[in-house]
Structures are given as structure tokens and as C-alpha cells.
């Protein structure tokens, strides 16, 4: 897919953030913020996966999963906020 590409995990340096709702909010709005810095690209990450190439659909797939298990772990580590 050519040069490296920008992700949140990339971007973030979540050992700077101090508390855990900080980290998601940091997490929120850079998620944002590539979304609409590359609206094009994301568009057919969330609308049209199936029109990319077999090879480049398995390379967009293992982003992916890589950038979701880095939200989950971001989540995971917030500690459940009382009702």
C-alpha cells in the first residue's frame, strides 16, 4: 500500500495521557480527526471494502484489526464509571 500510513495508534503517545477518560477523549478526537483529514480513504474503508483488490483488501484488514484491538485496549483499561 506504499508509504506507511497514519493511525492514531501512530499518532498518539498514550503514555503521555494521565488518567484513563483522558486517554479515551485523546482517542475520540484523533480518531476524528484522521476521519475527516482523510475522508476519501475512509469512506471506502467503511463503505466499500469488497471493491478493493484481494491484496490490498488483506493488507486494509490487518490495519484494521490492528487499530481495533488498539481502541479495545484503550477501553479496556477505562474503569467502569458508576451509574
Known amino acids: 500500500m506504499g508509504a506507511e500510513r497514519p493511525t492514531t495508534e501512530r499518532v498518539l503517545d498514550m503514555s503521555a495521557v494521565a488518567g484513563p477518560l483522558d486517554r479515551i477523549r485523546v482517542l475520540v478526537r484523533a480518531h476524528l480527526a484522521i476521519l475527516l483529514r482523510y475522508q ?37 483499561k477505562t474503569p467502569k464509571l458508576p451509574a
Open 40 to 76: 476519501k480513504r475512509n469512506v471506502t474503508l467503511l463503505t466499500e471494502l469488497r471493491a478493493i483488490s484481494a491484496r490490498h483488501r488483506g493488507e486494509v484488514l490487518a490495519l484494521r484489526d490492528t487499530y481495533e484491538r488498539f481502541v479495545r485496549s484503550t477501553f479496556e
